[in-house]
């Protein structure tokens, strides 16, 4: 026989209502994100501060990566540096070992031939695909979508290969040389370039497909994270992460290095500044810079790709051995170094992250009396508070990724 | 507005807080006093569009007095030029009034200078190490600090020896010995044609008998 029991429900509405009345909020709960969490792709430490799941503050805290580049750059000479530049961004070797190179040859006061700013042009252009690549593979896989990160990664390992064809080397490309390049490139490569323009395209497509309208992505990326304008200039901010705020601002454009000017493309911006348009710019830019290289490998100048002064760079190995002068030049460079004029001088280029300058000091001869890197990431991350106070605790990744930034040079 | 044009502006307004120009590869640099940088910055922002902070560094010029130098980079977007500040200070009062207020980005970059050359910035909101540990006793990018680095004692950590526990072994420990057997051989599946090789191998003439 069944019995029949009187059941009192609860009103959850009321009761909420009546916390609220009654003035309570929860406790502020301290978490720490990092070093170790794979969302901070390296190992950058985030200090979060949760009302529930919201965030109310954020510190990040950098340095877990520092290795002290600026002063090892003050103890050896100019191209010795050059291997430590690969390990900046570490996504992209060969922008910064252009950058680089630029940043000593406008102390020098001198200028490369055309040919080698072409190949250097080139060798940017693919830093740029190879890290906007890692970016968005990334982000989507932190927001749920790993076939994203496949599908860049096979890209990815094509322009590996390429840089093995053209330096020698996969990761660690030291590929430029103060006033030159180490070496031509050789004829391989060509096809090799010509070959992934006409492939790429279509694995861009294949992203834009999957991620651009797809819903999740969309739900998880746009609105969270804005950083508007002004706030964004206030802050430093360059890149895709200043782009993507709408300001129309490419150093390519507006300071054209490495023979720029003579290529066409649009620098795209976004109109919100979320983590959306973020992503958008990076596409975009990626499809710009397959039309750099087009434009590049079918107006590849000929001629030399070294700057013939034998004082800067090293003479060939022949007349070292046979001639007296060149032995000479050849024993005070590798010795001494180059010897760069007193002054200081700043060069900025558009790297991948934004804009990477080196500010070197010189006080004559051949090491640097100071040499401070102005990293983009270190920059980037410092807007990460703005971005992300208000939002979810999980939208922290969202934000994180849509920065893309790398510690190797944010910690140096 | 350009550089030039900025400069004129500076030298009214601050008279002879303000160096004469020094150009080097088409980069104008000017030195302000100490005291007026952090005016010099404000006027530079509101007045003649430099809107962006792009740099700031220190520089110690060991041997020299003043012995340090914070160097500003100054861009407008607008006009699209750089403009370079350089402030010097010397060793005993190394205290210059920071920039926070004109642009949040010095922030960071003020905090790094004074991480790495000790360089005290008045007025920043929170002047603490940025990329050497809290506690660490010195400035690494100092003229007299070695390349080598000298040794400091480590920050204190949540974890170590006194506070890890061996985790329970619940009856343990449950790992296959190693050394007696090559990983291959420990595999069960392998135990037959192993035992054939071995088979072979003591009795070479069997083969020839099959």
Redesign the interface.
Known sequence: MATQHEMELIDSAARAQQAMDEGLSGEKMLINMGPQHPSTHGVLRVVLELDGEEVVNVWPD??YL?R?D???AE?MTYTQFIPYTDRLDYIAPLANNVTYAYAVE??L?MDVPPRCKYIRVICAELARISSHLLGIGAFGMDVGAMTIFLYTFREREKIYDMAECISGARFTTSYTRIGGLSRDMPPAFVPMLRAFLKEFPATIDEVDKLLTRNRIFCERARGIGVLPKE?A?????TGPCLRGSG?D?DIRK??PYSSYEDFEFDVPTGTLGDSYDRYLVRMEEMRQSVRILQQAIDHLPDGPVNSPDAKILLPDKEAVLTKMEELIHHFINVTEGVNAPP????F?AENPKG?L?F?I?SRGGGTP??L?I?APS??NL?ALPVMAKGHMMSDMVTILASIDFVMGEC?? | MTPQAAIDRLRVRFGDAISAPVEFRGEITITVSRDKIAAACQLLKTECGFDMLTDLSGVDNYGEDPRYEVSYLLYSLADRCHLRLKVRVSEDDLIVDSVTGVWQTANWHEREAFDMFGIRFRGHPNLKRIIMWEGYPHHPLRKDFPLAGIPAELPETAVDADTVRAAPMLGGPFVASSGTRSAIRREPRQYDTIAEQQDKLSNPTKKESV
């Open positions: 950098i340095g520092h002290g600026e002063k090892i103890n406008k102390l006061g706030i200039i206030d802050l430093g901010v300001v601002w507006s300071h002054g200081e001088i700043y900025s804009e300058g500010y000091v009396h100071r401070k102005r270190f920059v410092q910690d140096r």
